[in-house]
């Protein structure tokens, strides 16, 4: 079992990389539990949400936060229309954006339902593996045909799908599948042993748009976790 740890960056759009002192910077942070939900009243919360609402306190500067999807986060991105981001470092090229600063550690591992056991590449290996769009393992299951990968819209349906016997592990960070078993009818106790990959960064991203100093400088200067 290979211990895997993800790191959250910080990334910042590279189509412009100054702000506009008039306009507040825009987070863009992915809708799914528990990095960006609405809770019971209606409020947005979330690990991602209460990060930026940190940041907003600490450079002194409004901080406006948007929810979406995952395509539409890795689109809005690509083209300029958010500021910040959260995500892993390989699901943003730096063409696109900037990685500033790590932020969260975590494991990605493989899950199989109760009784699916995984030692090692051989037992992987002709398995049915349920993964997000424009997701990756961050390891040499990604490039490997003989893991079947069957695409997905969120993690949500990748959970149902290997509920019903459809796939035979799914792969995802603790705090994600933890989240998420509630939501398909599930608990701990219907998963088996994680088995953990190699490791990948997870970086916040920013795009920036016309103002008076750069972010990266910030984190350069100043250790504010």
């Known amino acids: 079992m290979k211990l895997c740890s993800f790191i959250l960056f910080l990334m910042m759009s590279s189509i412009s990389y100054v702000f506009a002192a008039d306009k507040p910077l825009k987070a863009v942070v992915l809708a799914e539990e528990p990095w960006g939900f609405y809770d019971e009243s209606g409020g947005m919360d979330g690990v991602t949400v209460s990060y930026f609402k940190r940041l907003s306190k600490f450079l002194d500067e409004p901080i406006e936060v948007v929810l979406v999807p995952r395509q539409r986060l890795l689109r809005g991105m690509k083209k300029g229309t958010y500021d910040l981001t959260i995500t892993f470092q390989d699901y943003l090229p730096e063409e696109f954006a900037t990685p500033l600063e790590p932020t969260i550690m975590l494991d990605k591992m493989l899950v199989g339902l109760k009784g699916v056991d995984i030692k090692s590449r051989e037992d992987i290996e002709g398995l049915r593996l349920a993964i997000v769009r424009g997701a990756s393992t961050g390891s040499w299951i990604d490039q490997n045909k003989l893991v079947k990968k069957i695409e997905t819209a969120n993690f949500t349906e990748a959970l149902w799908l290997l509920k019903k016997g459809r796939v035979d592990v799914i792969t995802g960070t ?51 976790l």
């Not at 939501?183 to 990959?197: C, H, N, Q, R, W």
């Not at 100093?213 to 984190?219: A, T, V």
């Open 174 to 224: 603790e705090q994600v599948i933890h989240a998420s078993l509630p939501k398909v009818g599930m608990t701990s106790e219907d998963i088996g042993a994680p088995y953990f990959l190699s490791c990948k960064h997870v970086a916040a991203s920013n795009q920036i748009h016309h103002k008076t100093y750069y972010l990266g400088n910030w984190f350069a200067q100043k250790r504010w």
